[in-house]
């Protein structure tokens, strides 16, 4: 292996981390039925949610502490990025009595 | 016997009464008449929320009024298709026509008031009226539906009123 190669491969691991980060996943959060599961979730910064709604109702997956808003039409799915870390609550603002926990690690 | 029944819901409604009382096993409404008063309960919110869109000032009510909209619809159009399938014919009662005689009397009422004043008159009865309802399915509807599909959907109605209750009474705080 020619010792060009051999840098450019370093340079690719190097910067891999940058692109993909090291804890990055994938949640699945689902409002079914009126009910938002799982009530509680963990995910750390960087994290993606996918939430999916399985009822034929609209629902949003909105924050307490307004760092987030999704609306969810019916039968329809939205993805976001966890983007700060702390603890949120977050309700449906047409129905609020349907509510949850996403616990953010940095 | 069911006109009791439908006599003491019809009073539980007009008074927003926390809960109905004293039916014994042979009050229980039928199934088709469960359909009926459902799905009339439901016409008379998406009526509600029609001459709120256009008579309404404020903009969380107008919202307000058109999630109502969209909600009863769904849930209604859920209705349809499940008495479809399971072929069943709803059935007119005494509880469906008060309930309908004191909502048009209500929408009348309603029609006179304008601006601030029709909004908070509006969302006011939002919350009692989903209240009376919501308390109807609990203790009623739900423990005299016999088919499994049905008393499935009027759970979820009860979880979807329930939500449009609270969502009324942070509308109803919000106006204050």
Redesign the interface.
């Known amino acids: 292996m020619k010792p060009g190669r051999l840098a450019s491969i370093a340079l690719a691991v190097a910067f891999l981390p940058m692109v993909v980060p090291a804890h990055a996943a994938i949640i699945e959060i689902t409002m079914e039925n009126l009910v938002i599961s799982p009530a509680e979730v963990s995910a750390k910064v960087g994290d993606t949610i996918i939430w999916i709604n399985k009822d034929v109702f609209a629902h949003t997956a909105t924050a307490k502490n307004g760092n987030f808003d999704v609306t969810l039409p019916p039968k329809k799915s939205a993805t976001s990025v966890v983007k700060k870390a702390g603890t949120v609550e977050y309700y449906c603002r047409y129905h609020p009595n349907m509510k949850a926990t996403l616990k953010i690690e940095p | 016997m069911f006109i009791r029944w439908s006599a003491a819901v019809a009073a539980a409604i007009l008074l927003s009464s926390p809960a109905l009382q004293g039916a014994s096993a042979a009050d229980k409404p039928t199934d088709p008449q469960i359909a009926h008063i459902a799905y009339t309960a439901g016409v008379i919110d998406i009526n509600a929320a029609k001459q709120a869109q256009k008579k309404a000032k404020n903009k969380d009510v107008k919202a307000f009024a058109e999630?109502m909209l969209?909600?009863h619809e769904?849930v209604n159009?859920?209705a349809l298709a499940l008495v479809k399938k399971l072929n069943v014919t709803p059935e007119d009662n005494d509880t469906s026509k008060a309930l309908s005689k004191q909502a048009s009397d209500k929408l009348a009422e309603l029609d006179k008031l304008s601006d601030a004043a029709f909004d908070k008159a509006y969302v006011a009865n939002e919350v009692a009226y989903h209240k009376a309802v919501n308390s109807a399915l609990e203790t009623q509807l739900i423990p005299s539906a016999s088919n499994a599909e049905l008393k499935s959907l009027l759970q979820?109605g009860l979880?979807?009123f329930?939500?449009?209750q609270?969502?009324a009474e942070?509308v109803a705080a919000e106006l204050k």
């Open positions: 999630d969209r909600d769904a159009k859920q979820t979880k979807i329930q939500g449009h609270q969502h942070h």
